[in-house]
């Protein structure tokens, strides 16, 4: 399975951006795509995920602010970040999981401004 992170970019506080992750080649091996983000100096920590039957779950952080979705039909996960604040600034990164193993997309940097 190879990911690819899109959408990443600089939004003042208060803005929005849209996240997606193309999922390509045994697709049918995926459980749950998630969304995980890195800032400088901190554990990568979990943001948002969706399971195959389409269960979501957020960070505590997140929600209210942020929706993950999937079209299936374009084998994607998108990432709807709203209401931006500077402390969401990071590398976002998608990451696929399968019954035996799980997959990481390259990282897109979202930068917050305030």
């Known amino acids: 399975v190879q990911l690819q992170a899109s959408g990443g970019g600089l939004v003042q506080a208060g803005g929005s951006l849209r996240l997606s992750c193309a999922a390509s080649?045994?697709?049918?091996?995926?459980?749950?795509i998630s969304w995980y983000r890195q800032a400088p100096g901190k554990q990568r920590e979990v943001v948002a995920g969706?399971?195959?039957?389409?269960?979501?779950n957020y960070a505590d952080s997140v929600k209210g602010r942020f929706t993950i979705s999937r079209d299936g039909a374009k084998n994607s996960v998108y990432l709807q970040m709203n209401s931006l604040k500077p402390e969401d600034t990071a590398v976002y990164y998608c990451?696929?999981?399968?019954?035996?193993?799980?997959?990481w997309g390259q990282g897109t940097q979202v930068t917050v401004s305030s």
């Open positions: 080649g045994s697709t049918f091996s995926i459980n749950a």
């Open positions: 969706i399971s195959s039957g389409g269960i979501t």
């Open positions: 990451n696929a999981r399968g019954p035996w193993k799980e997959y």
